[in-house]
């Protein structure tokens, strides 16, 4: 029953740390299927963290929080547009620049406004989502096997998790079920059959980064308005390069996407589990060797267990129209 | 005459300081095939581009059934019913044929409607018209000529009443073509107007009502088909007469400069392609071979030249040995004299990103005259490549531009004036003037016996038999990878033919 009940923990804080990742590969996926390299997911989510915490300890909602961060987010992403799609700039330097220009505001805005070493004040309760007790989840919590899963998997979370995981199916109907997603598959891969359709290749593109802004802001919202009660600086760690890769291991597909993020959420759940708890065989392992376990995997896995991996074709190229 | 589908009054359009189409006057009546011609850079996908609203003219007025319209955008043009397939197809690879149909062309926000109406009315269009195509196939799993059909059925799901087909049949073999050739007749059958932009002369004859001639931004003539001749075409494509055979004098065939021997090579199948093949080429003769493309030349040149492997056989330059496995030191070959125009100029012969200059000595830019001690002579590359520019008429005349910017004809132009002017003891050239406009085919060709004539060995592959004809002192065909018969260049074509297609006829070799 411990063993059992060590699982549970090691999956719920799974989903946890999964949510993130699942919400920036999701938004990296409107992008690069419309064509649009985005190496900037990482910093988008870092200033919707930091937008995210800052607007809501100063109007105590954790609404106004959540809404600032996808505004801020968005505009960034316009950044990355303005500079990728109208000036038909490199993507990778401009997803790099925002980088940089994340990383960078949120620390001296950050000390600016609050003065507490780049970081945001402590957010009280309402000014954070709070986990949602599914009806029931405390009366059968002492139920065997079923009692666990639903009162810790299942219920227990905030309404971002459940947001990140509707976004799967979700995402799935828009690209393969409706105008928008057929137009924004096709752009992807041949611009010019867009273009020669009657069809704006700019505005479809715009409004692709337009998602991928609102997805990175509400993960950035997450982990500071959910995992953390604040802003932290640095405080996304790489999560944005992750989501990316889990994004190549999914092959640009929403429903792959979600369990490499589960993977990629397992790993870390696991290696913060063990950390410290001797390993059958090897023994005790460094804390540091545990912590860059899912890192390594993470080359391996793209290193040798995807196949091919075909990005969608125009990926990265801006569109010229040309005779 | 029937109405006019569309009247193209006083068009005008520049890029930058090239005037790529001056006063324009058109007409195209209603349910006739018009074709357009002229040579590369005439002028004909800039005027289509116009009329399907990719570009916007400078001055000019357009009138579809007699109104006259502002075209503005590619919406703009389809909603006047025009469409139109483009030289390169304008189709998602990674979609299914009614996908791409559908695209820029649902219902609604959903596309659960327009595809239910998109596969009956591919249907319809299938009945009507001859032209089945299976809805739910990827578009890179077809066939070039079933991907144009999707782009012809693309146009006539938008309700296209006028279409137009920029160059169709330029990667489609000869059956394909002519299948295409059956659909739109039956299109024009139907009502449909059509025009057509080709540099090939034939297929005007073939399919057109009437043809216009365009020549460097004008048009030229118009004429109907019926009354006018290819002679009296190309002559005002290229404005002035067009020799269709080269003048050219005797050969006196000296010593034995390559030498090729039981050459067998298997390509990565592991399929025999040249299968036991002897020739010899002699300076100051000119030998050329002939055959339905795939049956072995494309290898054979790879062999000669070094860049294939043989599996068997020899082949002397200049009586010394070829390495024939495949790794062959390309520079080594040149210093010994031998000089390779290759098939596929834009793959093989050219970097379409430099700069012409640094084209037009790839290959010997580690020749001395090139260098100043470890670096790049550029005063004395762009001189040369300005000589070559001079010698070889190659248009326009600016070394520095990029090679990508060239026409494809003179593309051919600077690697033939690489190769040739390197004064190469042999030069082996893999299809001489494919993709090259009338006026510069006339000049290569004049060029290439000016090598024999200098006592140059000169082997060529074509799978053009007119040209085979018109240069080759000796002719060699090839079928399924052998040597199947050697002709003098007085040879008929009908017996060429013969050859090619794997019939031996004993009659023929006496």
Redesign the interface.
């Known amino acids: 029953m411990d063993s059992f009940n060590a699982v549970i923990q090691v999956l719920d804080s799974t989903i946890r740390l999964s949510v993130p990742l699942l919400l920036a590969c999701l938004a990296g996926l409107y992008s690069e299927r419309a064509g649009i390299f985005d190496i900037g997911l990482e910093g988008k989510m870092l200033v919707g963290a930091f937008a995210g915490a800052s607007a809501a300890a100063v109007f105590h909602s954790a609404l106004i929080g959540l809404g600032t961060a996808v505004l801020i987010s968005v505009a960034f992403a316009l950044v990355h547009g303005f500079a990728s799609i109208t000036h038909r700039g490199n993507q990778i330097v401009s997803g790099v620049a925002i980088n940089f220009i994340a990383a960078g505001s949120t620390i001296i805005l950050g000390q600016a406004w609050f003065s507490q070493g780049g970081r945001t004040p402590a957010l009280q309760p309402g000014e954070r989502f709070e986990a949602i007790i599914w009806p029931g989840a405390d009366a059968i919590k002492d139920v065997p096997v079923i009692g666990p899963i639903y009162a810790e998997l299942i219920s227990g979370h905030s309404i971002l998790v459940y947001f990140a995981f509707a976004m799967v199916p979700f995402t799935w109907w828009v690209l393969?079920?409706?105008?928008?997603?057929?137009?924004m598959?096709?752009v992807g891969?041949?611009p010019?059959?867009?273009?020669?359709?009657?069809?704006s290749v700019a505005w479809l593109r715009y409004r692709a980064l337009i998602c991928t802004g609102i997805l990175t802001g509400v993960a950035g919202a997450y982990l500071s308005m959910v995992q953390n009660g604040g802003f932290v600086k640095d405080m996304t760690a790489g999560k944005g390069y992750i989501a990316l890769a889990a994004l190549i291991f999914a092959k640009w597909k929403p429903v792959n996407a979600m369990f490499a993020c589960l993977l990629f959420g397992f790993l870390d759940a696991a290696s913060i589990r063990l950390q410290g708890s001797p390993l059958p065989l090897v023994g005790k392992v460094p804390a540091q060797l545990m912590q860059a376990l899912p890192y390594v995997l993470t080359v391996i896995l793209l290193a040798g267990f995807i196949g091919k991996a075909v990005p969608p074709?125009a990926g990265g190229v801006p569109y010229v129209?040309e005779? | 005459m029937a109405q006019a589908a569309i009247e193209l009054i006083g068009i005008n359009k520049s890029f930058g300081a090239v005037r790529a189409n001056r006063d324009i006057n058109l007409e195209v009546a209603r349910g006739t095939i018009h074709g357009i011609v002229g040579e590369n850079g005439a002028g004909k996908s800039t005027l289509m581009s116009i009329l399907y609203g990719f570009y916007q003219a400078d001055s000019g007025e357009i009138r579809v059934g007699g109104k006259p319209v502002s075209i503005n955008t590619s919406n703009d043009a389809i909603a006047l019913g025009i469409g139109m397939v483009h030289q390169h197809f304008m189709l998602v690879d990674n979609f299914t044929v009614l996908e791409n149909v559908i695209l820029g062309a649902e219902n609604d926000a959903l596309l659960k409607s327009s595809i239910a109406k998109a596969r009956s009315e591919l249907d319809r269009l299938e009945r009507e018209y001859g032209l089945e195509v299976d809805p739910d196939a990827v578009i890179e799993e077809l066939p070039v000529g079933l991907q144009q059909r999707v782009e012809i059925l693309k146009a006539l799901y938008r309700g296209a009443e006028i279409l137009i087909l920029d160059e169709p049949t330029g990667v489609l073999t000869p059956a394909e073509a002519d299948h295409l050739f059956r659909i739109l007749k039956q299109l024009k059958d139907q009502g449909k107007t059509i025009v057509l932009i080709t540099h090939k002369l034939r297929e005007i004859m073939a399919i057109t009502d009437t043809v216009s001639v365009m020549r460097q931004g004008t048009i030229v003539a118009t004429r109907v088909t019926k009354e006018t001749t290819v002679g009296e075409l190309a002559e005002l494509m290229v404005g002035r007469r067009v020799l269709l055979r080269v003048e050219k004098g005797q050969s006196e065939a000296g010593a034995i400069r390559l030498s090729v021997r039981n050459l067998t090579v298997k390509d990565q199948r592991g399929v025999t392609m040249v299968d036991n093949v002897s020739f010899d080429v002699r300076g100051g003769e000119i030998v050329g071979i002939a055959g339905v493309a795939g049956n072995g030349q494309s290898e054979l040149l790879e062999a000669i030249s070094g860049i294939r492997h043989a599996v068997s056989g020899e082949v002397m330059l200049e009586g010394k040995p070829i390495d024939l496995t495949g790794k062959a030191d390309p520079g080594e070959l040149r210093d010994r004299g031998l000089a390779h125009v290759p098939e596929d100029r834009h793959h093989v012969g050219l970097v379409l990103a430099f700069e012409e200059n640094e084209n037009s000595i790839l290959g010997y830019h580690d020749d001395e005259r090139y260098l100043k001690g470890p670096f790049l002579d550029i005063d004395a590359i762009m001189a040369d490549a300005k000589d070559k520019i001079e010698k070889y008429d190659i248009r326009p005349g600016n070394p520095r531009l990029k090679t990508a910017n060239f026409s494809g004809g003179n593309q051919q132009k600077i690697v033939l004036a690489r190769e040739m002017e390197q004064d190469p003891g042999v030069l082996i050239v893999g299809q001489p003037t494919r993709g090259v406009d009338v006026g510069a085919i006339e000049f290569i060709h004049k060029r290439l016996i000016a090598m024999r004539d200098q006592g140059k060995a000169v082997l060529v592959v074509s799978v053009e038999l007119d040209e085979i004809r018109s240069l080759s002192d000796r002719i060699l065909v090839m079928f399924a990878g052998r040597v199947v018969g050697e002709r003098g260049p007085d040879a008929t074509e009908g017996e060429l033919g013969l050859l090619m297609a794997g019939v031996e006829r004993q009659e023929a070799a006496e």
């Not at chain 1, 059959?193 to 009657?198: F, Q």
């Open positions: 393969f079920r409706t105008r928008f997603g057929l137009r598959r096709a891969e041949n010019a059959a867009v273009d020669t359709a009657g069809i074709r129209k005779r």
